[in-house]
Structure formats: structure tokens, C-alpha cells
């Protein structure tokens, strides 16, 4: 047993490094990953930037097939992504995923058409899972989509679809056999252009008064049969294949919450309270102590998942313990943030008065969707349960 | 990166699990808690012969040459076996001190005796105060000729009662700095002058009280350097802490599997408990610590037999585990109902070992500000 580093990988790491020293403004405090914080304009233009010149490294889809522009090189991908997101940095969008169903499922010609643009960091991407009577239940989706001749008609409505109105593609999840015996068996799955006649999208504010969250309307939208992915009524294979890619999710969520947790450990070296730092205070160093602790054992956990995809292991188990260990931390980071900074806490990013530029307030409301989104922590724990993981009797 | 056990752990863990299975019921776990040795000798002989006590001991002491992360995979067998005795003791807290600082005469003396199962060794640390810190050393060692009079009360010394040698932690000078002045003696436990009053403790493992009365050590018995004690007495902490760590994800591993099973197999409302999706949700709280817990014992074991700086893994390893198996240990309990906490299920063993295992080298609170520091708040 070792948990050595290869030479080859801790060259990787710096030389991303590098880059995002490069990339990144100076003083940048970082985002959370995703489309809700690239509502804020500035935040968008250097997503964008960053994203073209990831591209031009030739570093999105590092996974890849080299015939599509990777190196097939699971582990510089995950140094990349960890990075990124430790750094806060805004760029990696939601295609370098999305990706990877096309390369699983899609025809030669659809890969041909859909991954370069992706790997030049060129398209953004979106994800329509969710209705209005559709969370953790997925299956039950409605959303009708109709055969015709030349195409799909699609009717019906998404919604919670972070980022659409900026996206170039979404992968939409739609009911072709309403038939179906079982209503897993009739689904279906098409690769949509936002802006296709009769979609219409409404922006909804969250919580952090960012509006990434979008309601859709599908009223007789026409979809190219050749943008069918993956065989029809087949949709459950896909979507089972989204859930497993996204296995990583509880390390994007702690890498997240491991820099703002730096942040403030640095705010309690630097800030003093009558005449000593509040690092010296005994309740916070133990605070701030058991939080590094989680931290730690969070990226335990995460190497284990790493040599254990290196080996072709099923990782169902361990992701989905790492998704509820992760949002549990992030969770608990973003209340100790505030904790910490009392009443200095409530303030925005805009007040002159604000601390750690407002980071701590926004992540304890952006870190509700962290135990929610990919799976909330209740579908995870049902997963590690059930004949995957526990083996326990349904 | 490889964490899949080598073939050397491999064999050993799968030994231990048939040897202890064997060996080491519950029933004699249970008669150990009441026997005043607290071990049983044939036993012990057998693991000398199996070479567990020479594990990590070079080759010309007698002993296997493995690693100490070889040597926790041992330990993780021990604590889901519950194995009672002296290991820890003997090897743990007497033989590596004595691998890493002895001068060679005393490594010919003590290591090949500890590898055969001829001696069982201890540290004698801690005092009433009960704390792990350096300004606790109380028990003093004055010079006398060629040799130093050492007494003090020392409390909480596990197997004292049955040790043949003792390293005894000693102020030999009192000075501003609470670290300097600390002095390691083996002692020898025959000498006039010692006592011992076997503790009555929670899980049933014996502690001592250890009285020294003016008790002559020769100067040649001092391990390491005079005055240096305390270093030795943190790089034995890290040891100890990361060793009971193994014993506890051995212990919660066990404890998960056998709650996993009852809650496959007890029947309520004409189901099984494990259908109903509160105890599901229970269950998969269980296997992320114990999950973690694991993986995090062998981060931190694997750095220091690399020797790669680790105290703050070591710290993340035992303040995480003490607190997991605790939260582990507990809700087993909830899921098993009345029996659990009776004398005839072998739960409540692990229960009580469980809030053992935290305290002993520090619990949560303990390494957590180890963690602070390493931080530099």
C-alpha cells in the first residue's frame, strides 16, 4: 500500500498552477463551480476567457479519446478540476461533462459535431433533468416528446436548468413512450438547441440574488432526430451513466469549500479581539480545528475514489459517501464562516464595511444546493443502502 | 498511488482474522476483563510464534522486519478481535522506543526478548493530572552515585501490573520550559520500591496506578539522552495514537458489520429493520466513518513509516476516529435495541472499548488542537 504522488502528476499540478496564477486577477477570492455565480457579469467574461484558453491547452476532456482531443488520462483531468476548484477559478463548464455522455452514447457523427467545439472551450452546455413534479423521482419525468418524421416534437416543462439562457446545448431528458410498462423503460434523451422556436425560459432568483436557474417551456419544439443521444426509450442508461460521472461531486463541493475555509482561518489570524487574534481564542481554534479535520478525511476519501476509478472499480459506494461527507462540510464551513464573522456576516460584497468580500454570506446560502443537487444527500444515502453498497432489503 | 494491501499484508491480515477468530472469542475476552493478568499467557505464546511480536523489529533483534504500517494491519485484527493482553504495551509504547533510541546493547537485551514473548514492556506516562503535556511530569529521578532514585506517582499505565520493564517518563531537572528536564528510564519492575494497584476501568483493559519509592535505576538504563525525554515522549504519542487508531477501525468495522447483519435479519411490522429507511440512512451515516476512518488511519501510517512529516495526519487519524467510532458505536446501539446493551451481546464490548480507545493518547479535543497548530492559529 502507498500513497505516493507521481513525479508526472505533481509536474501537472504546478504547471495548472501556473496557468491559473496567469489567468486568474490578482487577489481573486474565487467562485463557487457552476453557472450561478457566472451571473455576475464579471464573472462571466472571465469564465468565458478562461474557458477559451483551457481550450487552446488542450486541456478540456484530458479523459478523452486522443481522436477527439484528450489524453486519456483520468488522473491530469481530476488534477485540473481539483485546481480549478480549489481556486475558485470560473471557466470549467458544465460540457466537460456533458462530454463524456456524448463520447459513451452518442453516433460517430455526433461526436464529430458536438466534442471539438467542446474541447476548443468554445460551447456551453446545460442539463435539463428536473420538472416542476420531478426532483429526486426522475423517472416520473413528463416532458413529452413526440416522433414525427424528419424530427421530435417536444411539449411540456423543465425547470431548476442552471444556465440554459447562456448555453448553446442542453441534454434534455424527455418521455418518448408514455406506454411504457415500467416509467424508467420509456425515456429518451436529446441534445437540444436552447434557442430552437418554441422554447421559451423564464430566469428564477435564488436565495443569493444570482438568477442562474431557469424555467422552461417546450411548446412544439422541433429536435433533429439525428440529435437523439443514445438509442430511443433507452434514456435510463444515460442517465444512470450522468449519475456515475458524477461521482466526483462530493470533491467539487469540499475543494470548494477547502479555500474559503483557508480564508477564514487566515481572517482569524489577522483579525484582533480586545488585543489578541481570534485565533488565540480556545472555542474557535477547536472549531476551526475539527473543520480541518473533516476536510482532511473528506480528500482521504477522495484519493481512495481516485486510485479506485485508476483500477476500474465500481466507485458507487464510496462517491455517493463522498457526496453527503462533502456538502456536510461545505455546509458546516460556510456556518462557521459565519459564526466567526458575527455581524459582519449579513453584509454583501458591495458594502465598504464587508469582510472576506462577502464570500461567507454568499456561500451560506449558495451551499443549501451542495446536499441537493447530483443527488441530494438522502437519494445518496438510499444508494449506499441498497445492493450497490449495504445490501440491505428494500 | 496503490492502496490495495501488498501480498505480505494481504497474508497478514487474513492469519490474524482465522488465528483470532480461533483463538480469541468472545468468551475469553470477557474472561480477561475479570482476570486480574488480563491475558492469557499461552496465547501470547502463540503470537510470539506467529512472529506478531517481533513485527517491526529488524531481523538480527529476532523480529520480522515489517513495517508500521504493516504492523497496523495487524492491530486493526486485534481491536475487531477484541484481543486482550499487552501487545500494544509491549511492542507499541516498550519496543519501538527502545528500536528508535536504544543504545545497541539495550536493543540486543530488550528486542529479542519482546520478540519471543519473554518480556512485556510498558511506558509509564501519565500522572493524576491525567493529561498528555509535559508540565504533568511530576515523578522525579535524582542522581544517587551511578545511579538515579525515582519516585512519583504514575497513573493510568497500561499492564504495569504484568510488566517486566517499565519506561519510565521522569523530570530529572526542573526548569522554565516544561518540555526540557524530561528523562526516559527502563525500569526494571522487579525493583524495591514499585507498586501497582490495577484500575477498574470501562473497558475492562488494565490500568494501573504505578507507585515509585525512591526506586534505584543504574544511569546506564537512561533511553535516549538525559534531559531530551520529551521529543521522544511525542514521537511515542504519534506511535501509540495512530496504533489504538488501528485497533478502533478494526473494532468500528465490526461493529458496522455486525449491525448491518441484524438489521437484515430482525423483524418488525413484518419486515426487516434494514427495509425501513430511517435505518438505512442510519447505516449509510455508519459506513462513511468507518470508511473514512480507514482510509485515513492508512494516509497517515503509511507517511510515517515513510517517514514523511505527519503529525498533522496523525492528528486528522485519531481526533477523527475517536469521535467516528463513538458515533458509530452509538448508533449501533439504537439499531439494535434492549440487547445491545446487555452482558450477552458483544456490542456493548465495543461500546466501552470505543470511549477507551478516545481517551487513550489523546482524545478528539486533544488532537484537534494539535490540527490548530498545525495550522498556526
Redesign the interface.
Known amino acids: 500500500?502507498?500513497?505516493?504522488?507521481?513525479n508526472e502528476e505533481k509536474a501537472f499540478r504546478q504547471e495548472v498552477r501556473d496557468f491559473i496564477q496567469e489567468v486568474l486577477p490578482p487577489d481573486w477570492l474565487g467562485v463557487d463551480p457552476g453557472p450561478e455565480e457566472e451571473e455576475r457579469e464579471e464573472v462571466y467574461h472571465l469564465s468565458m476567457e478562461i474557458w477559451r484558453k483551457l481550450g487552446a491547452k488542450g486541456w478540456i476532456g484530458l479523459s478523452w479519446p486522443k481522436e477527439y482531443g484528450g489524453q486519456e488520462d483520468p488522473a491530469k483531468d481530476w488534477i485540473l478540476k481539483e485546481e480549478l476548484i480549489y481556486h475558485g477559478v470560473p471557466g470549467m463548464d458544465i460540457a466537460a461533462v456533458q462530454g463524456d455522455l456524448i463520447l459513451a452514447f452518442g453516433t460517430k457523427e455526433q461526436k464529430n459535431k458536438f466534442i471539438p467545439p467542446i474541447t476548443r472551450g468554445e460551447v456551453k452546455y446545460a442539463i435539463g433533468m428536473s420538472e416542476p413534479n420531478v426532483g429526486s423521482d426522475m423517472f416520473a419525468l413528463q416532458l413529452k416528446a413526440v416522433e414525427e418524421a424528419d424530427c421530435y416534437v417536444l411539449n411540456g416543462q423543465k425547470t431548476w436548468n442552471s444556465g440554459i439562457h447562456r448555453a448553446d446545448w442542453c441534454v434534455v431528458y424527455a418521455r418518448t413512450d408514455p406506454n411504457a410498462p415500467k416509467k424508467h423503460l420509456g425515456i429518451s434523451v436529446f441534445v437540444i438547441d436552447p434557442k430552437s422556436p418554441g422554447i421559451t425560459m423564464r430566469q428564477i432568483t435564488q436565495m443569493t440574488g444570482l438568477r442562474a436557474f431557469c424555467e422552461v417551456f417546450y411548446d412544439n419544439v422541433r429536435v433533429p432526430k439525428e440529435n437523439l443521444l443514445g438509442e430511443k426509450n433507452k434514456g435510463k442508461d444515460v442517465s444512470m451513466h450522468a449519475f456515475a460521472i458524477e461521482r466526483s461531486y462530493g470533491l467539487v463541493i469540499l475543494h470548494n469549500a477547502r479555500r474559503y475555509f483557508e480564508q477564514l482561518?487566515q481572517y482569524?489570524?489577522e483579525t484582533y479581539v480586545n488585543g489578541q487574534p481570534l485565533?488565540?481564542d480556545p472555542l474557535?481554534?477547536?472549531r476551526?480545528?475539527?473543520m480541518?479535520?473533516?476536510i482532511?478525511?473528506?480528500r482521504?476519501?477522495g484519493?481512495?475514489i481516485?486510485?479506485?476509478i485508476?483500477?476500474n472499480m465500481l466507485t458507487v459506494?464510496?462517491s455517493?459517501?463522498n457526496k453527503?461527507?462533502g456538502a456536510s462540510v461545505a455546509q458546516k464551513v460556510s456556518n462557521l464562516g459565519m459564526q466567526i464573522l458575527g455581524l459582519y456576516g449579513q453584509l454583501d460584497e458591495k458594502s465598504k464595511w464587508v469582510q472576506l468580500g462577502g464570500r461567507m454570506r454568499h456561500i451560506y446560502l449558495s451551499s443549501r444546493a451542495w446536499s441537493l443537487a447530483g443527488g441530494t444527500s438522502?437519494m445518496?444515502?438510499?444508494i449506499?443502502?441498497g445492493r450497490y453498497?449495504?445490501?440491505?432489503?428494500? | 498511488m496503490d492502496l490495495a494491501f501488498s501480498e505480505e499484508q494481504e497474508m497478514l491480515w487474513k492469519s490474524a482474522r482465522d488465528f483470532l477468530a480461533n483463538k480469541c472469542p468472545k468468551t475469553l475476552v470477557r474472561e480477561m476483563e475479570e482476570d486480574e493478568k488480563g491475558y492469557p499467557p499461552e496465547l501470547w505464546k502463540e503470537m510470539a510464534e506467529l512472529g506478531w511480536l517481533g513485527l517491526p523489529f529488524p531481523e538480527k533483534y529476532k523480529g520480522g522486519g515489517f513495517r508500521f504500517l504493516d504492523l497496523i494491519v495487524l492491530l486493526e485484527e486485534m481491536g475487531r478481535a477484541c484481543l486482550p493482553g499487552p501487545f500494544l504495551s509491549t511492542v507499541v509504547l516498550g519496543g519501538l522506543p527502545i528500536l528508535e533510541w536504544g543504545r545497541e546493547e539495550q536493543k540486543q537485551y530488550f528486542l529479542p526478548k519482546i520478540c519471543k514473548g519473554e518480556a512485556i514492556l510498558t511506558l509509564a506516562l501519565t500522572e493524576p493530572s491525567a493529561r498528555y503535556d509535559a508540565a504533568s511530569i511530576r515523578t522525579s529521578a535524582t542522581p544517587k552515585g551511578d545511579d538515579y532514585l525515582i519516585s512519583g506517582i504514575k497513573l493510568f499505565v497500561p499492564d504495569a501490573h504484568i510488566a517486566d520493564w517499565i519506561i519510565c517518563v521522569t523530570r530529572t531537572a526542573e526548569t522554565a520550559n516544561p518540555e526540557e528536564g524530561i528523562t526516559l528510564f527502563l525500569v526494571d519492575a522487579k525493583s524495591p520500591g514499585i507498586s501497582t494497584v490495577l484500575l477498574s476501568t470501562i473497558a475492562g483493559d488494565k490500568q494501573c496506578e504505578l507507585t515509585l519509592e525512591k526506586v534505584r535505576v543504574p544511569r546506564s538504563n537512561i533511553l535516549g539522552q538525559l534531559g531530551q525525554g520529551w521529543k521522544m515522549v511525542k514521537r511515542i504519542m504519534e506511535w501509540a495514537a495512530l496504533a489504538k487508531s488501528a485497533e478502533m477501525v478494526g473494532g468500528n468495522q465490526q461493529v458496522m458489520e455486525m449491525t448491518v447483519n441484524y438489521a437484515k435479519e430482525r423483524i418488525q411490522f413484518d419486515r426487516p429493520i434494514g427495509s425501513f429507511q430511517i435505518i438505512q440512512h442510519y447505516l449509510a451515516d455508519m459506513s462513511i466513518d468507518v470508511d473514512s476512518a480507514r482510509v485515513s488511519l492508512y494516509k497517515a501510517a503509511w507517511m510515517l513509516s515513510e517517514g514523511l512529516p505527519c503529525i498533522n495526519e496523525i492528528s486528522v487519524a485519531k481526533g477523527w476516529i475517536s469521535e467516528a467510532y463513538r458515533r458509530v458505536a452509538t448508533r449501533s446501539h439504537q439499531i439494535h435495541g434492549a440487547i445491545g446493551f446487555t452482558k450477552e451481546h458483544d456490542l456493548e464490548l465495543y461500546f466501552r472499548r470505543a470511549k477507551a480507545g478516545e481517551l487513550f493518547f489523546g482524545d478528539a479535543d486533544f488532537h484537534r488542537e494539535v490540527v490548530a497548530q498545525q495550522l498556526g492559529l
Not at chain 1, 453498497?389 to 428494500?394: A, D, F, K, V
Open positions: 500500500m502507498d500513497f505516493l504522488i507521481s482561518v482569524c489570524k485565533a488565540k474557535i481554534r477547536n476551526l480545528a475539527e480541518a479535520i473533516e482532511e478525511v473528506g482521504n476519501m484519493e481512495r481516485n486510485w479506485m485508476s483500477q459506494l464510496p455517493c459517501q453527503i461527507h438522502e445518496s444515502r438510499n449506499i443502502a453498497g449495504l445490501g440491505l432489503p428494500s
